[in-house]
């Protein structure tokens, strides 16, 4: 059913919804213009009782019925035209002229004929596309660009009539917008989700994970820095982020399996106390993890905590670990703190599913989504568009500059939807998640374990909370070397000359090159 192959409305569905919304008649693929070519006038106004205003478009919009022969001429064209006219006044509904806007100026048209020409996901053709390869090199497309007041009152000069096509312009124009109230696609401001406790958890977990490592009694920059930053994620709003991830990394741990992170979470020391990050940001310093006894270098003469060479601890002799990347909490959260953290979590790709399935557990399961994409065309496939548009219409001859010019123009178009592949969005459990997007099965299939945000998850990242759940080799890999090795991957150290010196030789490895050297 072809019903089902695309996003609709029932008519029925509009109905119980009509108090909000205002609906016009569209262009020459709606009924109005239909029933105006091809039927009687208690079938005309039956579908223009329908509609809140009604919509027609100046004549070279309709080129293509006249080229194609769907309307046999342009007086008949008139003729449809002007009995929407006609019938609508009779009815007492609006009736106003719209561009039917698909480009913004009359020099794209060119990349739009382009695009008219070129094969969909799927071999899915134009509805515009002409078959006939003939009639296409003879059809010119309609004219779609945005037109100014003037240019619009040009288009409807046939009329013979100012008064009429200042209306249909102007008037009719303003009154619809003067009936819109204004609105916002999408509210304005953050709304992370509720999880109760998360604030008091969070500080909990940290200064819990932060005792272990550096003692009873934090030093100072230890204490100073996570109550600084402790302080501003809650005031923001973001503990339930730094909370979730926590979970999630914690979860996937007593499974077995090693989460990294990525970006600029490392700047966030709160993320290290909460162990969604093994990047420590504080200066460099040495730590001991039996007597908790600290070294902090904050001088600059050390850059990172792994490049300082071993020592062992003057209070109890036990071999320090070196930490610390002096890294800034604002290069994560911004100079204020009020930036929307963005925390990237490479699981296992064996475990990513598993993940994901988890935050379903932590929220309301009717309020997580997988974040969709939209798929754009990339430029060697525009420029494929364009080699086929050109071989089509006969154009063969057209310079490699020209036919560049024609891709540049068609990169970026919209080409297909689809899902983040680890993106995961959270709409808060007091608010209806079609207050941010439309909501979607992946491919139409109603039988997929996830549903899909509509809307493009840059374009609401900002508003609800996104968590960047990635699936990667890397942690599996960790996983497998472990079994092998029974070595825990947390506890090798950073400094290890050995292993350093396998940049520069193979020494360390005990290769006999000598094997190497008889074969070469």
């Known amino acids: 059913d072809d019903s089902l192959s695309e996003p609709r409305i029932m008519r029925n569905s509009l109905d119980d919804k009509r108090e909000n919304l205002l609906l016009g008649s569209s262009c020459l693929n709606g009924e109005v213009f239909e029933m105006a070519a091809n039927k009687d006038d208690a079938s005309l106004e039956k579908a223009i ?20 022969h769907s309307v046999s001429s342009l007086d008949r064209l008139k003729e449809i035209l002007r009995r929407i006219i006609d019938t609508s006044i009779k009815l007492n509904k609006l009736v106003v002229a719209t561009g039917d806007v698909h480009y913004l100026s ?27 390869s003939d009639l296409r090199k003879r059809i010119i497309n309609p004219d779609q660009h945005f037109r100014t007041t003037d240019e619009m009152l040009d288009c409807f000069k046939w009329l013979n009539d100012k008064k009429l096509a200042k209306m249909l312009v102007i008037s009719n124009s303003r009154t619809i917008y003067d009936m819109i109230e204004y609105t916002l696609p999408v509210p304005e401001g953050t709304y992370p989700p509720i999880v109760e406790g998360s604030a008091e958890k969070l500080t909990d977990v940290c200064f819990e994970t932060a005792h272990k490592m550096y ?23 973001y503990a339930v982020v730094y909370y979730v991830s926590h979970l999630l990394v914690k979860k996937s741990n007593e499974d077995g399996y090693l989460v990294g992170s990525r970006g600029s979470v490392g700047s966030s020391f709160v993320a290290t106390m909460s ?74 790709n064996e475990y990513q599913s598993k993940a994901h399935a988890f935050t379903k557990e932590v929220f309301d399961e009717r309020h997580v989504f997988r974040a969709g994409t939209i798929g754009t065309v990339a430029d060697k496939t525009a420029f494929g568009y364009v080699s086929g548009y050109l071989e089509e219409m006969g154009l063969d001859h057209i310079s490699k500059a020209t036919k ?8 970026g178009i919209k080409r297909t939807t689809g899902q983040h592949p680890g993106g995961i969005i959270v709409i808060p459990e007091n608010m209806d998640p079609s207050s941010f997007t439309p909501i ?3 491919a139409n299939d109603k039988k997929s374990e996830w549903m899909t945000t509509h809307f493009d998850f840059h374009d609401i990242h900002d508003n609800v909370l996104k968590f960047d759940i990635l699936g990667h080799v890397d942690p599996t890999a960790m ?42």
């Open 440 to 442: 979607q099965y992946p």
């Open 479 to 520: 996983r497998l070397l472990y079994n092998i090795s029974n070595i825990d991957p947390t506890t090798i150290p950073m400094n290890d000359p050995k292993v350093i010196s396998l940049f520069t030789s193979v020494d360390e490895l005990h290769v006999d090159t000598r094997v190497f050297e008889e074969k070469t």
């Open 215 to 237: 003692g009873e009694n934090l030093p100072e920059i230890v204490d100073e820095r996570l109550k600084r930053e402790l302080e501003s994620i809650i005031s923001n709003g």
């Open 275 to 348: 162990k969604i990050t093994e990047v420590n940001p504080l200066a460099p310093h040495y730590i001991c993890s039996k007597c908790h006894h600290t070294e902090f270098f904050l001088d600059g003469s050390v850059s990172s905590g792994y490049d300082l060479p071993d020592k062992h601890c003057p209070v109890c002799d036990n071999l320090m670990s070196g930490d610390g990347h002096n890294i800034p909490f604002e290069t994560f959260l911004g100079f204020n703190g009020d930036k929307v953290p963005d925390i990237d979590l490479n699981f296992s």
């Open 49 to 68: 009782s329908f509609y809140d205003y009604i919509e027609i478009q100046p004549i070279a919009n309709y080129s293509n019925l006249l080229a194609t």
């Open 404 to 411: 560049d010019y024609l891709a540049s123009g068609c990169v």
């Open 106 to 132: 009359v020099k794209d048209k060119k990349f739009r004929d382009v695009y008219i020409n070129a094969q969909g996901v799927g071999g899915v053709r134009h509805p515009l596309y002409i078959y006939n």
